[in-house]
């Protein structure tokens, strides 16, 4: 246990920081309208807040949709606060942005951490994206591949031998999209409900 604790520690050390240029993106509605310039770029501090709005907004989502034991006063918390503040400025996180510079908003966020395998796994570097998430009117479009391809470049950047993603199993849009990018199955939870209400 020692071992694999020191030798996750020297990793942790060795992971380069994402480094990025904001980048434009030009985005046209659907729906028609004014196309709009997005900006993509690494999350900082002061963006913890819409980051967080966002994730409440996922939560909200995928409560309603897939899985109703998510609790989405959960972000909000001082656990919540902590998490994304370390994926934010940790070595070991990695948080991109899209923002609308002329509305100030952000409408799609991603994160993601290298972590430590369970010890009944074998060596090796692993990571994990924990989430995705793009405002309903820009879904479709594009941005949240553009994310995906961000942490994955950042993942190859750092030597990561695998990452993984967990989705909801009736989330089928979300399985679809992972796996073509390329994601395949590899393991299955399941559950046994026991309903024992009182």
């Known amino acids: 246990m020692y071992f694999r604790q020191s030798a996750f520690s020297s990793i942790l050390k060795k992971l380069k920081r994402p480094e990025k240029k904001p980048e434009v993106i030009e985005f046209e509605p659907k729906s028609g309208g004014e196309k709009e310039n997005l900006v993509i770029r690494l999350a900082k501090p002061k963006d913890t807040k819409e ?64 972590q430590k395998r369970h010890n009944y796994r074998v060596e090796g570097k692993y990571a994990e994206l924990e989430s995705i998430f793009v405002e309903e009117k820009y879904a479709g479009s594009g941005l949240g591949s553009k994310l995906l391809k961000d942490f994955v470049d950042w993942c190859r950047m750092n030597k990561v031998d695998d990452i993984s993603v967990l989705v909801a199993a009736k989330n089928n849009s979300a399985i679809n999209f992972y796996r073509k990018s390329g994601f395949e199955d590899y393991d299955l939870v399941m559950e046994l409900k026991l309903k024992n209400k009182q």
């Open 51 to 114: 980051i967080m709005r966002l994730n409440s907004e996922l939560f909200k989502k995928q409560r309603s949709e897939f899985d109703p034991t998510l609790n989405p006063s959960w972000t909000f918390s001082k656990e919540g606060k902590k998490y994304f503040k370390k994926r934010i400025s940790g070595n070991d996180g990695f948080t991109e942005i899209i923002e609308n510079p002329q509305k100030k908003t952000i409408i799609a966020y991603s994160t993601g951490v290298v």
